[in-house]
């Protein structure tokens, strides 16, 4: 299953119990003495390197050790006068490039360890340049925000651009890109926030593919796509400010489901946000005002889980704006009563996690921003305000990272806004005014990279977390 989504709002929130964590954690910065500010984007080549876009430092790379940083001689230009990169990724061929909000594209000289820009003013369309992928015959295809879509090869440097045009169905439907799939017959899906197309590589042709709508009183909210997910089955899923579509890549049909009052099995609520897919096929939907939706596509049902406040074991809230499935069958939802439930899909049962004030070792109160589970018993809580915790759930323990003004070994900031982990199972942790952190599991003991910014955007393996960017 693949997936392709802009997520607009991902502050999944969870309540925990305040404390502070006695490791120390070695200071690092520039060698100018200089924080690291502003980091946007973050992503790891296939030499181990982690590059990171900066809106201050433009862009560095970081070999676990030392950074690199490539600012305006390595990258600026005469035509691009901003140059924070928005979009990093590797070719088939392990090539480096970036995209900066310019809309300038560049690629890495190792040798020279410099950054070449591919197109000027003829060429860029002076976008911000967001999501990509690479077709069998080695062309680029770029998605931008605002742009439209640009065909690059690297080989022959021919671009090609493509824009919405009114009244003219033979081009997007829109030029803000939120997502690019190539299926297995080599097709190009393009979901845009005006409506859903498909590019044929071979006759160069779009195609406009109508939505159904189904709901009367919707005039827009039907096509404006918050998140695309290809199903196992050859389906389009596609999220929307108005209800469910069902794209057939088969038939090429659109099928539109709402709430209807008048119907118990219809969806639950109309403004949708995740979907993910089930190992038996159906479907669990992360909804705002509707709870936790379950769809059967066999039956055409929908299921809503929804608050019950005469029981302890429902779902906490209505509000659901992120879903998680795990290997194990754990359904996590973030809510934003400052709660994160876990449903066993298998026992049909959810459990609270939640903050009490009585019991210190639980986890502790604030909103997440980001949730990793390392294995069945370890999952890791970045929270936005109240730092780091590493909840056992096997006991329940939690134990806690805070920030201490009084001690620079502690944590760089008390706000985390993404968490991973690498090969050697070290945990890097994103914050918002406190950089990039990393925690030795040997040691237990954290190094700081410190930022003075929030990280707006961070993708590491194959995770996508949209935030907000904090001056």
Request: aromatic share 12%.
């Amino acid at each position: 299953m693949k997936y392709s989504f802009l997520i607009l709002f991902l502050f999944t929130s969870l309540v925990f119990a305040t404390g502070q964590s006695n490791i120390r954690f070695k200071r690092l910065t520039t060698e100018e003495g200089e924080d690291i500010v502003g980091v946007q984007k973050f992503f790891k080549d296939s030499h181990g390197y982690i590059w990171m876009g900066s809106s201050a430092f433009d862009l560095l790379r970081f070999d676990g050790r030392n950074f690199r940083r490539y600012g305006q001689p390595q990258l600026q230009t005469d035509y691009f006068k901003s140059i924070r990169a928005w979009l990093i990724f590797e070719d088939l061929k392990k090539n480096l490039w970036i995209g900066t909000d310019a809309g300038a594209l560049m690629r890495y000289d190792e040798k020279l360890d410099r950054f070449q820009v591919v197109n000027d003013s003829s060429t860029s369309i002076k976008s911000l340049l967001f999501c990509q992928v690479e077709d069998t015959n080695g062309n680029f295809w770029i998605g931008s925000l605002g742009g439209g879509l640009i065909r690059y090869h690297p080989e022959t440097k021919e671009f090609t651009h493509f824009k919405a045009e009114a009244n003219n169905s033979e081009t997007l439907p829109d030029n803000f890109i939120t997502g690019l799939v190539l299926d297995s017959s080599g097709l190009l899906w393009i979901s845009t926030t005006g409506g859903l197309c498909s590019y044929n590589l071979q006759t160069n042709q779009f195609e406009r593919h109508l939505l159904t709508n189904n709901n009367s009183k919707d005039t827009y909210r039907y096509r404006v796509i918050r998140s695309m997910t290809l199903s196992t089955d050859n389906k389009l899923y596609l999220s929307t400010y108005g209800g469910l579509q069902i794209f057939d890549l088969a038939t090429r049909a659109s099928k539109h489901l709402i709430h209807n009052d008048a119907e118990p099995n219809s969806l639950g609520h109309n403004s949708l946000f995740q979907v993910v897919e089930n190992p038996d096929s159906t479907f669990w939907i992360a909804s705002y005002g509707g709870g936790l939706i379950h769809y059967n596509p066999s039956t055409n049902k929908f299921t809503s889980t929804v608050k019950d406040e005469s029981n302890t074991e429902s779902i906490s809230s209505n509000n659901v704006f992120t879903v998680y499935l795990d290997s194990e069958g754990l359904l996590w939802a973030g809510t934003d009563d400052n709660t994160i439930s876990v449903f066993n899909t298998k026992a049909k049962k959810f459990h609270i996690v939640t903050s009490k004030s009585n019991i210190p070792y639980g986890i502790s109160s604030g909103w997440v921003h980001d949730l990793f589970q390392e294995n069945d018993s370890i999952l890791w809580l970045g929270l936005n305000g109240n730092g780091l915790n590493r909840l056992n759930l096997n006991t329940g323990v939690a134990e806690k990272f805070m920030n201490n003004p009084k001690d620079a070994f502690s944590l760089g900031h008390n706000a985390v806004m993404a968490i991973d982990q690498d090969k050697q199972k070290r945990i890097w942790v994103g914050l918002a005014g406190g950089g990039l952190n990393r925690l030795d599991p040997n040691t237990n003991k954290f190094t700081r990279f410190e930022s003075g910014e929030k990280i707006q955007l961070i993708i590491m393996r194959f995770r996508l977390c949209w935030l907000t960017r904090t001056i």
